[in-house]
């Protein structure tokens, strides 16, 4: 089945922001703006907030709903759609969070599983998920699948199957794992009728080559060029700019991966102007000579020159 031409599609490149905070660790949403500018002029399309590197699972339910309204009125009107999470282990919190989405004018809704009392089969997952989806007033729902972290891993597409007809207004999945199997069942399931956005931003090539058409990912606030160009350059049948870009991906995920990805991402955004200030306990932010090692790894890889917009 295909979709409908006017159904909501993620569609590109959208950024998971960072959360600023101030060096106190309250909320400074007086950058939201700038960092949605930047976002557009850097080609992204939509921007994925309170996630795992919007720290969400670590704000307060006023903190995120707070969160999501600022970006709510910086995006109004302009090129970047809103996604925003809604993910909680308490359900009702997060069907307090959906309900506020919609309110505030969010493009769409997503929420990850509870990660401590934890879904054993799809159909408990499904029915976890239910009220939720309905909780955001008829927004799109994204399922965000990312089993490293909630642990998880049930099939997303038996999940699909068993969903179409028990979550409303599911329009298809947040897919961060490395299981390329599952991914493309998901994108066979139901007749195609569910946008499966890719997540692990350093395999977006391999997610291409199997028919990705959309991505969220955390190195897109600060490096989304480089993934445009592969993104281009694969649609252009041109595989060696798109190997190469795909080499720069590599290169800056390991940089990430050695230290930490969210506390090095964060810093990162600071060597680009855009200082979203600290991490939030239990993740340490890099210390100053971490920072400078950073900056001399990214120096060591060429990173400015690859992340600036062609």
């Given at each position: 089945?295909l979709?409908?031409?006017?159904?909501?599609?993620?569609?590109?490149?959208i950024?998971?922001?960072?959360?600023?905070?101030?060096?106190?660790?309250?909320?400074?949403?007086e950058?939201?703006?700038?960092?949605?500018?930047?976002?557009?002029?850097?080609?992204?399309?939509?921007?994925?907030?309170?996630?795992?590197?919007?720290?969400?699972?670590?704000?307060?339910?006023?903190?995120?709903?707070?969160?999501?309204?600022?970006?709510?009125?910086v995006?109004?009107?302009?090129k970047?759609?809103?996604?925003?999470?809604?993910?909680?282990?308490?359900?009702?919190?997060?069907?307090?969070?959906?309900?506020?989405a919609?309110?505030?004018?969010?493009?769409a809704?997503?929420a990850?599983?509870?990660?401590?009392?934890?879904?054993?089969?799809?159909?408990?997952?499904?029915?976890?998920?239910?009220?939720i989806?309905?909780?955001?007033?008829?927004?799109?729902?994204?399922?965000?699948?990312?089993?490293?972290?909630?642990?998880?891993?049930?099939?997303?597409a038996?999940?699909?199957?068993?969903?179409?007809?028990?979550?409303?207004?599911?329009?298809?999945?947040?897919?961060?794992?490395?299981?390329?199997?599952?991914?493309?069942?998901?994108?066979?399931?139901?007749?195609?009728?569910?946008?499966?956005?890719?997540?692990?931003?350093?395999?977006?090539?391999?997610?291409?080559?199997?028919?990705?058409t959309?991505?969220?990912?955390?190195?897109?606030?600060?490096?989304?060029?480089?993934?445009?160009?592969?993104?281009?350059?694969?649609?252009?049948?041109?595989?060696?700019?798109?190997?190469?870009?795909?080499?720069?991906?590599?290169?800056?995920?390991?940089?990430?991966?050695?230290?930490?990805?969210?506390?090095?991402?964060?810093?990162?955004?600071?060597?680009?102007?855009?200082?979203?200030?600290?991490?939030?306990?239990?993740?340490?932010?890099?210390?100053?000579?971490?920072?400078?090692?950073?900056?001399q790894?990214?120096e060591?890889?060429?990173?400015?020159?690859?992340?600036?917009?062609?």
């Open positions: 089945m979709r409908p031409m006017n159904e909501f599609e993620l569609g590109g490149l950024a998971a922001p960072y959360t600023p905070l101030r060096a106190d660790g309250d909320l400074n949403l950058l939201v703006e700038k960092l949605a500018r930047a976002l557009e002029a850097d080609g992204v399309r939509g921007a994925f907030v309170c996630g795992t590197t919007g720290e969400g699972p670590s704000l307060t339910t006023d903190e995120r709903m707070n969160v999501a309204a600022r970006w709510a009125e995006c109004r009107g302009g970047l759609k809103l996604i925003v999470h809604v993910g909680h282990n308490s359900q009702r919190d997060a069907m307090a969070l959906a309900a506020h919609k309110k505030v004018g969010a493009s809704i997503a990850m599983p509870p990660s401590f009392f934890k879904p054993a089969a799809v159909g408990q997952l499904a029915d976890f998920m239910s009220p989806a309905q909780a955001g007033g008829g927004l799109p729902f994204y399922y965000y699948h990312i089993p490293s972290m909630t642990g998880v891993s049930l099939s997303m038996e999940f699909l199957e068993t969903s179409a007809q028990r979550v409303p207004h599911l329009r298809g999945i947040k897919f961060t794992h490395n299981d390329l199997m599952d991914y493309q069942r998901c994108r066979r399931a139901c007749d195609g009728k569910y946008e499966i956005a890719w997540g692990l931003d350093e395999m977006l090539l391999a997610a291409l080559a199997v028919g990705a959309s991505a969220v990912g955390s190195t897109y606030n600060y490096a989304a060029p480089i993934y445009v160009r592969m993104i281009d350059a694969f649609r252009a049948r041109d595989m060696e700019t798109a190997r190469m870009c795909a080499s720069h991906s590599i290169d800056l995920v390991a940089i990430l991966l050695k230290r930490g990805v969210l506390r090095t991402g964060k810093a990162i955004m600071a060597t680009r102007g855009l200082d979203c200030g600290p991490t939030r306990l239990p993740v340490i932010p890099l210390s100053p000579q971490e920072f400078r090692e950073v900056r790894a990214l060591g890889i060429g990173f400015v020159a690859r992340a600036n917009s062609p």
